[in-house]
């Protein structure tokens, strides 16, 4: 691989400083213009680069956008998801079931003053009831992961923040 033009990608060992960005280093096959390229995986079957990474500062307006959108998206599905359980027990008949036991158990018929589920669970409360949660459920969640974030990057300050070990196959 000596003469095939190619430069060799430089390791660095744990705590060795890195040169500046843009400085030529020597080495073999350095310096010599040519423009820089992965290397071929060796024959050996690879060989797996890993780096350690700490995360010591999370931007509070990024958190707060992402958490935005991920709780909007689960407002969306809790409301779906409520109004097609509604309308499946409401085909499946078991608000009537429910409503003739509560008829038979209380003696009185719904028309002369009785009791009448459908007042209480009707499609339009329970949809407004759900709407209103999944309401509350973005501005909260939204606001405790940005809470979050900040409450994090002053933890990280003290702690040093988050170790995370990356890996790469070439």
Partial sequence: MVGSGFS???TYAKGQPTPARGTRTDGAGRGTGAARRPAAPPASGGRTRKARLRVTKVDPWSVMKVSFLLSLAVGVIIIV???LLWMILDGLG???SISSTLKDVTGNDSSSGGFNLMDYIGFGK????TTL???VDVVLM???CTLGAFIYNYAAGFAGGVELTLAEEE
Avoid at 126 to 129: A, L, T
């Fill in 133 to 135: 949660i999944a309401v």
């Fill in 8 to 10: 060799q990608p430089t």
């Fill in 142 to 144: 939204t606001a405790l």
């Fill in 94 to 96: 078991v608000f009537d």
């Fill in 81 to 83: 998801a409520s109004a």
């Fill in 126 to 129: 329970v949809f407004m009831f």
